[in-house]
């Protein structure tokens, strides 16, 4: 951006100059045209202005080329000659006062957050229900987008806008950043990346007796050589201890249920400390041990496979299945986009799309039950949602009657309440039959995902389970444009059958829809994750199963 | 200069290729609306009104009312340049000043009401599909079109000048060609600045808008219809002033030319 100014004002300069030899030299009576000269420099600041936007503290190129087309008119040369000196003085001296200008190119992100805030605060639809007091966000949150402006800082504001979303406790509450998928993602890296700490060689869990253990210990690294081993408890950190020290960790990166944000609490407890930390930990003769650890580069990498561990995200293909005993297939259901596009480009919603899907899952079913299965592992994890008119066609293959999915409502003024005015519900073809399905789901299961998940939750063979909650976020989204990111928030109010509020967790931060059976992640499951590399969850669907007949 | 006035209405009302060129774009831009919107389309209810049309104007209506007002003002203005039949009103004696404004009004009438037209009648097909609706109100999209004319004003301005210059059709055209290379070839997005015409044009018909989908399947998309008046107030302020400008600048040459 600096340099296109400095262009700008190299070209303007030059191109004043040589108007200065052209008046000298040439009879405009007769070489007319060259008066275009004057004009030119005014041409460039229409065209540059395009892409490098306004900027106050160039007015003295803008004015100088300004002052330079009215040589344009003048016949006396001695009158062009004062007025092309004017304005190449006011193009001259705008470097100066550019670099003076303490304002110089900079990004008002007070005045983008106070425009999405206002938005928000008039739109958000679970302000009542969620006891959001927007005053107390906007004073607590201005000042950060203040300190972004004075060090013209978009991380700095990115980083604030995430914290901002995170204050909702509400999944379908957060930015982006980026005209890309890749620069989408970079900008949500960044900001992890300087929210999880140092590396200290090894990353912390939650069991589900409540200690909080070493996982995914650096082997032969510096904790290693102190005596950290997988499955050993942490008692401290940093001079404090451990449930102090996870009380006051952001809720990252599950937000929407507290049950969800108290499994992952640990991971992000290492973000508070600094480049040498003092721990306490029990060894493996039950000795409480004290030793310090030297924090090196960032922990992402290591946070980032945790997680991965923890959470086992559905990477398979869309709707692929494969039989993983005599009788029992494992379909894979990660998007609820067409046909596994999980890119965020709007796909085209029209009824022949899901036809095709719709055909592709019945053929699915049909291929599974004629290869011997009559028990169904459906596995979600990671799918976060897409779009809702596929809940019912998914569903329908799997239900005999009408099921209840949802209600979207608008709110009555008289009654004060939001009231159904749509409400869907599934067909009935069950292509699928009676046989058991298990659905796995981790807390990225979430908008239209857990929405499925609920519907599919009414039906008697159908058992859901998972390490956490899924999501908790089933509101319809609404987003706007700002001038640096992308805002989305619940906008749109969707209700269950009795009328409340869908999954959502409301000022307890409790979310509303509760798995059939939340995995305990105890010390067979930490194992089985992080020193055999298994896939716990599945097992343990596969395990329920064979355990049903 | 009611003569000059008279004489250039009888051309022009026999010259095809203005109807033609309007009724070109006018087609493309009644596409392109119908094609985004896709009302013969079965997926749940998009709601395709004349209203939601208009809440595209910056994207559709408006680039190509000004694309119109480009191409037609270099065409009128230069009609007479191709036919010589410039130097005759000069050699009745006819003032260069007289000529030039009876010219140049008279462009300015004819680009301006064919932008009008492609603003208003564009999305009326969209009637016929999902009604008026309710996207936005008919006097927010009214005002802001009121003060894209004025915008529409300059860009025939520049063109006037342009033509003035070059004197040829296609000089004219191919310098409207680089000059829209050039901006093409700027790094980084446009933005929506007041200053260069063809952002100018989409800043006024910005809006705060947000979209709710639907169980159905349904968008359901808001607006904000808050008229930014700071932003319409200063793109009428410089419209005007660059539309003088050029036009200024047009008639000097005009007058000053050799022909």
């Known amino acids: ?549 | 200069m009611r003569a000059i006035w008279r004489s250039q209405t009888y051309q022009l009302k026999r010259e095809a290729s203005i109807y033609i060129i309007w009724a070109v774009l006018m087609s493309v831009c009644v596409c392109i609306i119908l094609f985004s919107t896709k009302p013969w389309g079965t997926e749940a209810g998009v709601t395709y009104t004349v209203s939601y049309a208009w809440t595209m104007a910056g994207d559709c209506q408006a680039p190509i009312a000004m694309f119109f007002a480009l191409i037609t003002s270099i065409l009128v203005m230069g009609m007479d340049y191709a036919n010589q039949t410039i130097n005759y009103d000069l050699l009745a004696g006819y003032e260069r000043k007289t000529v030039f404004f009876g010219r140049a009004l008279l462009t300015i009438l004819i680009t301006v009401s064919g932008a009008a037209l492609i603003m208003l009648l564009a999305p009326l097909p969209l009637a016929a599909a999902g009604g008026f609706g309710d996207s936005l109100p008919l006097w927010n999209y009214g005002i802001r079109t009121l003060v894209f004319l004025l915008l529409v004003l300059r860009i025939t301005c520049e063109g006037i000048f342009i033509m003035v210059v070059t004197r040829k059709w296609t000089s004219a055209y191919i310098t409207v060609a680089l000059l829209v290379l050039m901006e093409e070839t700027m790094d980084g997005p446009p933005k929506n600045e007041l200053i260069p015409a063809n952002t100018a044009g989409a800043a006024l018909f910005q809006f705060a808008g947000w979209s709710s989908l639907h169980l159905n399947g349904e968008i359901i998309t808001e607006y904000d219809a808050t008229l930014p008046i700071d932003t319409l107030l200063l793109s009428a302020g410089l419209s005007i002033l660059m539309a003088s400008l050029f036009l200024a600048m047009a008639a000097f040459f005009f007058s000053e030319d050799d022909f």
């Open chain 1, 1 to 549: 951006m600096i340099t296109d100014d400095i262009g700008l004002w190299a070209v303007c300069t030059l191109l004043a100059l040589l108007m200065f030899y052209i008046v000298k030299t040439i009879d405009f009576s007769i070489r007319l045209h060259y008066r275009l000269g004057f004009a030119i420099p005014f041409i460039l600041v229409l065209w540059f202005t395009a892409t490098a936007g306004f900027e106050i503290s160039l007015m003295g190129i803008y004015t100088g080329s300004l002052i330079l087309v009215f040589c344009f008119f003048l016949k006396d040369k001695k009158k062009m000659y004062r007025i092309l000196l004017a304005g190449l003085v006011c193009i001259a001296i705008t470097p100066v006062i550019a670099l003076h200008y303490k304002d110089y190119r900079i990004t008002h992100y007070t005045d983008e957050f106070q425009a999405g805030f206002e938005s928000m605060k008039e739109h958000y639809i679970l302000t009542d229900y969620k006891q959001i007091d927007f005053d107390a966000l906007y004073a607590e949150y201005l000042p950060r987008f203040e300190a972004a402006d004075d060090s013209r800082s978009f991380p700095q504001a990115y980083a604030a806008w995430t914290d901002f979303c995170l204050a909702f406790f509400d999944g379908h509450v957060y930015v982006t950043a980026g005209t890309s998928e890749e620069a989408i993602r970079l900008n949500r890296d960044t900001y992890y990346k300087s929210q999880v700490g140092a590396d200290y060689g090894f990353s912390l869990v939650t069991l589900s007796d409540g200690r909080t253990v070493f996982a995914n210990v650096e082997p032969n690294g510096e904790a290693y050589d102190l005596g950290i081993r997988n499955g050993l408890e942490l008692t401290s950190f940093d001079g404090v201890d451990i449930q102090t020290a996870k009380a006051h960790t952001k809720p990252i990166p599950a937000v929407g249920d507290s049950g969800n944000v108290s499994f992952y609490q640990s991971l992000m407890v290492t973000a508070s400390g600094s480049s040498h930390a003092d721990l306490t930990f029990i060894d493996a003769r039950g000795t409480e041990q004290a030793i310090t650890v030297t924090g090196t580069s960032d922990n992402y990498n290591r946070y980032r496979q945790t997680l991965d561990l923890l959470q086992h995200n559905n990477e398979d293909t869309n709707l692929s299945y494969k039989m993983i005993s005599d009788d029992t297939a494992l379909l894979s259901l990660n998007s609820m986009l067409v046909e596994g596009d999980i890119t965020y480009e709007h796909a085209e919603a029209t009824n022949e799309s899901y036809s095709g899907m719709k055909a592709l899952l019945q053929e699915q079913l049909q291929n599974m039950k004629e290869d011997g299965a009559h028990k169904l592992i459906l596995d979600m994890r990671g799918n976060g949602g897409g779009y809702l008119d596929m809940i019912p066609v998914i569903a329908s293959l799997f239900t005999d009657s009408e099921v209840f999915v949802a209600s979207n409502a608008a709110y009555n003024e008289q009654t004060k309440r939001y009231e159904p005015v749509q409400t869907v519900y599934t067909s009935a073809e069950n292509i699928w039959g009676n046989g058991e399905i298990v659905i796995l789901v981790n807390s990225n299961t979430a908008s239209a995902a857990e929405i499925f998940v609920h519907t599919m939750m009414q039906l008697p063979n159908v058992t859901v389970m998972g390490f956490t909650k899924t999501c908790g976020s089933a509101m319809m989204v609404s987003g706007m444009e700002l001038s640096n990111v992308n805002l989305y928030f619940s906008g749109g109010m969707t209700l269950d059958e009795t009328g409340e509020v869908l999954i959502d967790a409301d000022a307890s931060r409790i979310s509303m829809m509760t798995p059939d059976i939340i995995i305990p992640f105890d010390e067979d499951a930490f194992h089985a994750v992080f020193e055999n590399g298994e896939d716990y969850v599945l097992d343990y669907a596969v395990s329920y199963l064979e355990h049903m007949h």
